[in-house]
């Protein structure tokens, strides 16, 4: 039978000893397991080229077509880990989209900017395209400000707190553009989703970027610590003298931020805007990715690699649909039973039971 | 009984301000709309069947939601949930049972059950994978939902229409209200559904333990609460009113399809929130799920008596009347559970 | 008092509620945009209600329509099946029902007046026509589908199999879901390149323009030559597939009209005055080919 | 004492060989016990000695790796808690298990609710709900919510449940740790009473006093195995210590008389703060009392008396309406924790799992946590600050773990109170709030407490002191404040405190004058 020890609200405790490796082991186990299953049934799966100056292969396009995913995992983890969720980040992502690509859409700008605008996206295009990222930027954050008022102030329980926003921020994306879906052609403004430095895509440094700077941040300072704590046990953690209300602002600002980068890329690498379509669902692929890498949706420890490798995973798994050319409609049921088999895999649990199984098999027959 | 006694078996407690608040906002909220919109018949008894009508699906299936959610769980299975089981009632009433027998296909009194039935199979299957391998409930029925709704697809490609004569005969099951309305077999179904899901959360010794489940599972465990049986239960129930609500969704309409009910099982996750259900778990009312389906109803309605609204203003109005609501709601729960102190 | 009567309509403007499928894409948006400029330019009350991709709103919508007692209700369904109640309760209520873009699926005709939209097999069977009459030799095509399940991609898939039927030398070897998405279509089509059968498609087949698009972006970031070394075709007509046209990146485009307006408006301004409509009345629309689009492309609304 | 059972009285449980293995620590290596029916049997030993372990296997929650129990004559290995308790075996658990978002009555009737036609029968449970705890000398109200109440009402709430029940088997984990007098008398009484009709019943604490009050037998426990069995009339009181330690019992002694002496030579010192009127409508209110420098002082009154809210108002962690604290010529209002910690104060709670141990953490970040949130987040202590400070209080306190990297939901009871000290200790803080801080610990940790507050005033640093033992509180205090229905109704000063002065003050009929100290 199960020993369970008991830690507050019933929260299986983490045992002592390299807590980061034993998260990552599972998550990293399945998918090179889906790798594996790419290599033999993907004819060239493990190949790399240089197609016109850029890394070209399948390896290289779950990377590339994943970074949104891991960026929203990034934030999402940190949202996670004090507790919380955030629903809205598909809709923070179609708000930096669509506010970056009316930016640059000249009929937008004269209406609603004048022609100053214009003229400087005519004249030091490099410089206003800096202008329009921090302002999709500064958006997405606010976004994330509101999200963590209603959370931390209001004391609004997170996902319906969230669920405001994500019903919300697609119609305020769409009244943004007035509707309208802007396309451009913009070689600067395109570099972030389909530029390469050296044939690495630019999305995939910039995810690095994100990911070592958050690692660095939550380990280098006490940011992590105190996050766990505030997921953990809030109540303690206020009496501790933690910044509770300060850390959970902090938290859904940072998924607003990384939403708007994911928003930017998204867009950039379709050269336009649909406020209906980017980031829809992204939730979801989100919080699985966080949850897949270790992190529990109760709070408390969190393992931002683990959510990076989980966000790949649900892209290989897409990726695989696509190079095994399954049917579009049943595709989503290989994909279910692939996740089922993960979280067997990582569950503890289950490793026990079915060790278990195979003891007394062994006991019967050694009494026959 | 002394008459203290009485007052205090009359009077709501402390536990019932957020479900109270609630309902106040709700009766606000339909004021406001009844006012805005008095020339657009906004306070008619249509309006409010239609707002039960229409909210049905989702408050049957959200039942299965509150429990779910009470025994600090969650099940993102439900909207595909529904779509499966709509489409196979549709399936299977409607197409021959075998190529070249002619006709419609099986009984409905034959198939409602069988669908209810894979439901609860379903339900269960999650509710074991989450129990028996401690896994986490969000990817189990995430995983569980991308299931559903592929399977939905495996079963028909596209809409189909249940075409059997029993189904016609189901829909005209209704209560005459005066001459010109009738309460359709859809809304009775949610409205007994909802009595006897408030009746056991309170009477039904099990559905206490799903309390104690959310509330704290190491120390129900401790108190002899039989866990696998409450986390797997409230599954179970969640796939079955999943499936009911998929089934009386087709009879109510006539058909299923394996790509409607998108994004559903968040609805019911907000219509079990809203009703004052904590996702912490431990601490909800079932007569609360009831009123939070009313209210994204009502949101709905009075988007649509506006009849102005660009199809972005109809996002931006929902967020921000969900907004109002809750800020409403836990601004009077606030107020109400100072005085309570 | 719960009083579902329709207005009389002789005092006052014809009142007319509009429920919409969602707001999807551009093609949506100027379908709504034609609804709304000619209801304003014939004076009539429009109610307009955007569904947001679900049935259920829809039905809602149009029992709201009903307890208001509009004159006539129009909307675009967003699934085929469904309807029959909501449309026999207006029926009771005795308002007319014009479906406009798709259609529904309902065991008694009489539940709706009239249907005006695009033939969406007709659109599949013209881009096929189109690579038929187009190419030579054998043809190996691949396919980025609709939304799984929508009435557009089922009825695209099947007009484009239809004819192809009848010509061996055209095979699809290939077939996805893109979602109607460029972002999807974009990345299941960069898949594909990737494997071993993409050296010998030679045409793509798009079920929206929006897809092929994001098709063009894949094949060019693979080292390949879009409407060259595979030839292109896609339905929907947008603007930008005129500029992709331009670009000699696109071979053709099926037009598939949103501009229904001015056509609904004369069906459901009859329907209120009592005359007879026809049951169905097409779209009109064209087949745009890369040689067109340069002087045609000023000219697009959309 | 009662009469002391006889060896012939028919063995219950019989447990042998017992062991649990938990990755890095064994804490069960071979423990052996054996219960007779129409006994007391009392489980001695420090924390972290198996005792809760032991229990555990006992009711099913863990599995031993090996060992073997017999109930009744029968072999036995219980699966879950549900399964015990249908073998006859009820259990109060060390930390209060009951769920806090369901009334007192759900509580107490959770799993065996009064039916009439199979549904809740709610009148009747609140009844007997009502009449379980009226058992205790409670008088509260069954509708209410657990967590609205103290957690010395949740700790009696646990016993009245398992009291509720015909069980053969009674066992009870550290039951009165934050009882006062007059409960644990109706408690033992109740014990008393249950005995004679039969029942076994086994008896974890660390009150000495009430062993030698209750107990027929006492085992020893020490490092998870078996050390003696013995009739309590047979085991003095200083042997058993030396037991449970393993050491010359002699050392204790000394140490004991050590504290006493150190007490009684402190000087007088200058002020650092004073309470002024400081209360919450109520709730508690109002207090007035002053603290030196480097003093002591206690708070003393029964359950529910207010010493629990009074110490929250000082913290910051409920607001006060009322009054202020005087400190540094300011007069303050602290209205968060880290407002207080500014000041310089710190606060263990007394009810550790919900408001102190952040379980899943491990015991280094638990350290570190108050003293890293006063630094603030950019100014984070090294890995290398924080082992050290970790281990510094692991050996200071003598903390029993598997390694600093120990999860602290995993720590036995005692061990996560030692914790909790460390957290503010690290702090280095001018005036440390100390609720219950001995709850749960053993007799030697008492010591070790006891001897660090001495050390604490001796660099100046002043303590307010919570305890539901009055001794406790006697021998520490320079100065004792007596509540009594959330409010003051007394100090004491210097000599003239006695248990005696607080507990007649306690029991004086109406509100005497309040002598503001
Ligand atoms: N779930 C667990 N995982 C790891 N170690 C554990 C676990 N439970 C208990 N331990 C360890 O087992 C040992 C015995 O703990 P136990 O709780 O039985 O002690 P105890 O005698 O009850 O002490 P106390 O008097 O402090 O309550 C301790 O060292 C504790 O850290
Ligand atoms: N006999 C009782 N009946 C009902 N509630 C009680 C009783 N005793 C205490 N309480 C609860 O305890 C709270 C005040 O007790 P508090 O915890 O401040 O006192 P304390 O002196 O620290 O006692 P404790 O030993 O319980 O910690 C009150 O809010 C009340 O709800
Ligand atoms: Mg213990
Ligand atoms: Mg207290």
């Known amino acids: 039978m199960a020993d369970r020890s008991e830690g507050r609200r019933g929260k299986p405790v983490a045992w002592h000893g390299g807590p980061v490796m034993q998260a990552l082991i599972w998550p990293v186990a399945a998918l090179a397991l889906l790798v594996i299953f790419n290599v033999l049934f993907t004819p060239g799966y493990l190949s790399i080229s240089v197609v016109e100056g850029r890394l070209s292969g399948y390896l290289i396009d779950i990377f590339r077509d994943g970074s949104s995913v891991m960026l929203l995992a990034v934030g999402m983890t940190l949202v996670i880990a004090t507790g919380g969720v955030d629903l809205s980040v598909g809709a923070i992502m179609a708000i930096a989209a669509v506010l970056s690509a009316s930016m640059v859409t000249p009929e937008w700008n004269e209406a609603n900017l004048g022609g100053w605008a214009n003229a400087m996206l005519a004249d030091r295009t490099i410089a206003w395209i800096g202008v329009v990222i921090a302002a999709s930027l500064v958006a997405s954050v606010l976004a994330g400000v509101w999200n963590g008022a209603l959370v931390s102030i209001f004391k609004i329980q997170p996902i319906i707190a969230t669920l405001v926003l994500m019903v919300a921020g697609r119609g305020v994306a769409q009244l943004v553009s007035n509707g309208r879906i802007f396309t451009y052609d913009l070689p600067a403004l395109e570099f972030l989703g389909k530029g390469t430095i050296l044939g690495v895509p630019f999305s995939v440094i910039i995810v690095a970027l994100v990911a070592f700077l958050a690692i660095g941040l939550t380990r280098l300072t006490a940011l992590g610590l105190m996050i766990e704590a505030v997921g953990d046990n809030d109540t303690a953690s206020r009496s501790s003298g933690v910044p509770v209300r300060a850390i959970r602002f902090m938290v859904y600002m940072v998924s607003g931020l990384c939403a708007g980068i994911a928003g930017l890329i998204e867009s950039s690498n379709v050269s336009s805007a649909n406020a209906n379509q980017i980031g829809l669902y992204a939730e979801l692929d989100a919080i699985f990715a966080v949850v897949v890498g270790g992190t529990a949706l109760t709070g408390g420890r969190f393992f931002l690699v683990g959510s990076i490798v989980g966000a790949l995973l649900i892209q290989t798994l897409t990726n695989t649909m696509y190079a095994q050319e399954v049917r579009p409609e049943i595709a989503l049921i290989p994909k279910a039973l692939v996740i089922v088999a993960v979280c067997l895999l990582q569950s503890p649990e289950f490793r026990r039971k079915a060790w278990g199984v195979v003891r007394p098999g062994v006991r019967v027959g050694g009494k026959a | 009984m002394s008459g203290k006694d009485l007052l205090r078996r009359v009077t709501p407690g402390r536990e019932h301000i957020p479900i109270i608040a609630t309902l106040a906002v709700l009766v606000l909220m339909f004021s406001f709309g009844a006012i805005r919109h008095a020339d657009r018949n906004f306070a008619s008894l249509y309006n409010i069947i239609s707002l039960f009508r229409g909210g049905a699906v989702i408050g049957i299936a959200a039942i299965g939601s509150t429990f779910v959610i009470l025994s600090k769980g969650i099940d993102l299975s439900v909207g595909a949930v529904i779509a499966l089981a709509s489409t196979m009632t549709a399936k299977l009433v409607a197409e021959e049972i075998a190529p070249g027998v002619a006709g419609p296909g099986l009984h409905p009194a034959l198939v409602l059950p069988l669908v209810v039935f894979l439901g609860l199979a379903f339900g269960a299957a999650q509710g074991a994978l989450i129990h028996w391998f401690a896994l986490p409930p969000f990817l189990v029925t995430l995983a569980g939902m991308f299931l559903a709704r592929g399977l939905a697809f495996a079963v028909h490609p596209q809409s189909v229409t249940a075409d059997h004569p029993m189904i016609g005969r189901l829909q005209d099951i209704a209560i005459p209200l005066g001459d010109r309305f009738d309460l359709p077999l859809i809304v009775l179904v949610l409205l007994a559904s909802f009595a006897i899901a408030v009746l056991a ?41 999943g499936a009911l609500a998929g089934v009386v969704a087709t009879i109510d309409t006539g058909a299923g399809s394996p790509a409607e009910y998108v994004g559903y099982e968040l609805d019911a996750i907000a219509a079990v929130v809203i009703g004052g259900t904590l996702l912490t778990g431990g601490t909800g009312f079932v007569f609360g799920t009831l009123l939070g389906m009313l209210i994204l109803g009502l949101i709905r309605l009075i988007i649509d008596n506006e009849g102005t609204l660009s199809s972005w203003w109809t996002n931006i109005s929902a967020g921000v009347l969900l907004f109002l609501f809750i800020a409403l709601q836990s601004l009077l729960t606030g107020v109400a559970g100072k005085r309570g102190k | 008092d719960g009083s579902a009567e329709p207005n009389d309509g002789s005092s006052a403007s014809l009142v007319v509620g509009f429920s919409q499928i969602g707001a999807e894409s551009d093609w949506r948006r100027a379908n709504t945009q034609s609804i709304r400029d000619e209801a304003a330019k014939r004076g009539i009350d429009l109610r307009f209600s955007d569904a947001q991709q679900k049935k259920e709103n829809q039905i809602k919508a149009i029992r709201s329509f009903i307890a208001q007692g509009v004159d006539v209700i129009a909307f675009s369904p967003v699934v085929e099946t469904g309807f029959e109640q909501v449309l026999e309760e207006a029926k009771r209520a005795g308002i007319p029902v014009v479906l406009s873009d798709r259609a529904v699926e309902v065991s008694d005709d009489s539940l709706y007046v009239s249907f005006i939209g695009s ?14 009459d187009n190419t030579e030799g054998e043809v190996r095509v691949a396919e980025l589908q609709g939304t799984p399940g929508s009435a557009p991609a089922l009825d695209r898939a099947a007009g484009f199999r239809a004819v192809i039927e009848n010509h061996d030398r055209v095979e699809i070897v290939w077939s996805q879901s893109g979602n109607f998405t460029r972002t999807e279509g974009k990345q299941a089509f960069q898949a594909f390149l990737k494997s071993p059968d993409a050296d010998s498609v030679t045409a793509l087949y798009a079920h929206n323009d929006d897809m ?83 002087e045609l492309i000023d000219s697009r609304q959309y | 004492m009662s009469e002391p059972v006889s060896e012939q009285n028919e063995v219950l449980l019989r447990v042998s060989g017992v062991v649990k293995t938990f990755p890095g620590v064994r804490a069960l290596d071979g423990a052996r016990l054996t219960l007779r029916r129409g006994e007391v049997h009392a489980l001695m030993g420090e924390n972290g000695a198996g005792k809760s372990t032991l229990i555990k296997v006992l009711t099913g929650v863990h599995t031993p790796d090996a060992g073997t129990i017999e109930l009744d004559g029968a072999m036995i290995s219980p699966s879950s808690p549900r399964d015990a308790e249908s073998l006859g075996v009820s259990t109060v658990y060390q930390e209060v298990n009951l769920v806090p978002t369901l009334s007192v009555a759900e509580n107490l009737c959770l799993g065996r609710f009064p039916r009439r036609f199979g549904a809740i029968d709610w009148r009747n449970a609140h009844r007997r709900a009502e009449r379980a705890l009226f058992r205790l000398g409670l008088e509260l109200s069954v509708t209410r919510r657990l967590d609205e109440h103290s957690i010395a009402i949740q700790q009696m709430v646990a ?90 019992p002699e050392a204790l002694r000394v140490r004991e008389a050590e504290v006493r002496a150190r007490h009684r030579t402190r000087a007088e010192s200058e002020s650092l703060a004073r309470v002024e009127g400081l209360g919450k409508r109520g709730r508690v209110g109002p207090v007035t009392f002053e603290i030196g420098k480097g003093e002591t002082v206690g708070l003393a009154g029964l359950l529910g008396s207010g010493r629990t809210e009074t110490a929250r108002l000082m913290f910051g962690a409920d607001q006060a309406e009322s009054g202020s604290i005087r400190i540094d010529g300011d007069a303050r209002r602290p209205g968060s924790p880290r407002e207080a910690m500014r000041l310089g104060f710190a606060m263990t709670p007394d009810d550790r799992k919900a408001a102190g141990i952040i379980p899943t953490l491990s015991v280094r970040d638990n350290i570190v946590l108050a003293l890293q949130s006063s630094k603030g987040i950019w100014r984070k202590l090294s890995g290398a600050q924080q082992r050290d400070l970790a281990d510094r ?125």
Not at chain 2, 221 to 240: E, P
Not at chain 4, 206 to 215: K, N, P
Request: proline share 3%.
């Open chain 2, 201 to 241: 959360a309170r009477f039904v010794p099990v559905c206490r333990d799903v309390y104690a489940v959310g509330g704290d599972e190491a120390s129900a465990r401790l108190m002899g609460v039989n866990i696998a049986r409450v986390k797997i239960g409230v599954y179970a129930l969640g796939g079955v009113m």
């Open chain 3, 119 to 132: 033939d969406f097999e007709e659109e599949g069977r013209r881009a096929a026509q189109w690579l038929v």
């Open chain 3, 212 to 294: 092929a698009i994001g098709a063009i972006q894949a094949i060019k970031e693979a080292g390949k030559d879009p409407g060259e070394d595979i030839k292109i075709v896609s339905i929907d007509a947008v603007k930008q597939a005129f500029q992709a046209m331009i670009d000699g990146d696109l071979n053709c485009t099926v037009e598939c009209n949103p501009l229904i307006g001015p056509q609904l408006f004369d069906i459901i301004e009859k329907v209120a005055a009592g005359e007879s409509v026809p049951k169905r009345v097409k779209v009109e629309e064209g087949v745009f080919t890369a040689s067109e689009a340069a």
């Open chain 4, 159 to 248: 016993i009245a449940r398992a009291l509720d029940s015909d069980a053969k088997l009674l066992i009870l984990d550290e039951p009165t740790s934050s009882l006062d007098e007059s409960e644990v008398d109706r408690l033992l009484a109740l014990m008393d009473r249950l005995r004679s009709e039969g029942l076994a019943i086994l008896f974890v604490t660390h009150f000495m006093d009430q062993v030698y009050r209750i107990s027929d037998r006492i085992t020893v426990f020490r490092n998870g195995a078996f050390v003696t069995e013995a009739p309590t009339a047979e085991l003095p009181r200083i042997e058993l210590i030396g037991r449970m330690v393993g050491k010359d």
């Open chain 4, 393 to 517: 209080f692991i050996a200071l306190l003598n903390i029993k773990v598997s390694g600093r990297e120990q999860a602290v939901g995993t720590l036995s009871g005692g061990n996560q109170q030692k914790v909790l000290l460390a957290r503010w200790l690290a702090t280095e803080p001018r005036l440390v709030i100390l609720d219950e801080p001995t709850r749960g610990i053993d007799v030697g940790a008492k010591g070790e407490i006891e001897s660090l507050i001495l050390d604490l005033a001796e660099k100046g640093v002043s303590v307010v002191f919570i305890s539901a033992e009055l001794e406790e509180v006697v021998r520490v205090s320079q100065r004792v404040v007596v509540l009594r229905d959330r409010r003051q109704v007394g100090i004491l000063e210097g000599e003239s405190i006695t248990e005696h002065a607080i507990m007649s003050m306690i029991a004086r009929d109406d509100g005497v004058e309040i002598d503001h100290g």
